[in-house]
């Protein structure tokens, strides 16, 4: 997939080139090979392993399983036009494996290798999605998931989840976005609902070979319209421990979001981490170290509780 799309409708109206796919950002390429060597060389000798999961749409959701061994899983969930490939969220993959806790990361419906056609919002279809993971989990594989952890759309993702359903009580939100109709404008322009109105939907195409890569539908839309993150945050349990992390120099998700969360969720502590952009690039190790020390206080906080 290209690193750049131009969005347009049938009629061939233009809407300004966007800097990255979306809100993900690849960052392979940043980080040494000795830092890689690293971070493959685990404590603990674990298995990764490839495991299919349908949806409540009947749609096939695949996610690799790293497996330590250890009693509860941690939920990794990637952001808009990325995938479990990631290298945000294969990179904290492979911290928790190699501190002993198993990951388990999964491709959204429509989304990498799962089934389905890529739409633009979705936020609660993916919350399904999430859903559908975690009761697989808790059933089929008779595991716990003590946390999950979701980068930029993935982040809230995790919030909306928190929000509906109260059975995780460990939330990680990493640079998730608090106005989204700001993000609508970052990728689709400001004469969005012109074209809308005109057309009825949106194509954002590919820049290279013109080929339609999702639709942007009134519906859609109206989604993004009608999920407030503030209502969404304060209808989250005080006894669920949410963390956002967010990068001060992020010029997808401005940083300025960050301390909203932090005014309506009630049990929420808020990390800055200097210099960091949306992909913290350069930043992975720390970013790494923030979320598995807030991970791991948690769950010994309930273990400390429920003994």
């Given at each position: 997939m290209?690193s750049?799309f ?5 009629s ?9 796919p979306g809100?993900?950002e690849?960052?392979?390429?940043a ?5 890689d060597q690293k971070?493959?060389s685990?404590?603990?000798?674990a298995?990764?392993q490839?495991v299919i ?7 096939n959701?695949?996610?690799l ?8 899983i941690v939920i990794?969930c990637?952001?808009?036009?990325c ?7 294969k990179?904290?993959?492979l ?5 002993g806790?198993?990951a388990?990361r999964f491709d ?10 890529l739409?633009?919002?979705r ?5 399904e999605d ?10 089929v594989?008779?595991?716990a998931?003590?946390a999950?952890?979701g ?6 993702v ?7 359903y ?9 640079s ?5 109709m700001?993000g609508?404008?970052f990728?689709l ?9 005109k057309?009825g939907?949106i194509?954002v195409?590919n820049n ?5 890569v ?12 009608g ?7 304060s209808?989250?349990?005080?006894e669920c421990?949410v963390l956002?992390v ?8 401005p940083?300025e979001?960050?301390?909203e969360f932090?005014?309506?969720i009630a049990?929420h ?13 350069a930043?992975?190790?720390e970013l ?20």
């Open positions: 290209s750049e131009k969005s347009q409708t049938l061939s109206a233009i809407i300004p080139p966007q800097p990255q809100e993900c690849n960052s392979s390429k980080m040494s090979k000795k830092a971070e493959a685990p404590a603990r000798k298995k990764q490839k999961i349908p949806n409540k749409d009947g749609e959701l695949v996610g399983l790293h497996e330590t061994g250890s009693k509860e990794l990637h952001g808009f036009l995938t479990k490939e990631n290298n945000t969220i990179k904290l993959a911290a928790l494996e190699n501190d806790i198993s388990f959204f419906a429509g989304n990498g290798k799962s089934q389905g056609s739409r633009y919002g936020y609660w279809g993916e919350v999430l859903r559908a993971v975690i009761e697989y989990i808790g059933g594989a008779n595991r998931v003590s999950i952890i980068h930029s759309k993935g982040g809230d995790v919030l909306l989840y928190a929000s509906k109260h059975d995780v009580h460990t939330i990680v939100n990493i998730g976005r608090f106005e989204l700001r609508v404008e990728h322009g400001k004469d969005y609902m012109e074209m809308i109105e057309e939907f194509d195409k290279n070979t013109g080929s339609v999702y639709r942007v539908t009134r519906e859609s839309l109206v989604e993004c319209q999920t407030n993150m503030g209502e969404v945050g209808g989250i349990e005080k421990k956002t967010h990068g001060s120099a992020d010029k997808i998700v940083v979001d960050a301390p932090a005014k309506v049990n502590k808020l990390h800055i981490i200097e210099e960091a952009e949306h992909g913290y690039t930043q992975q190790r790494a170290t923030v979320v598995l020390d807030f991970v791991r206080r948690v769950t010994q906080q309930d273990c400390d509780t429920n003994s």
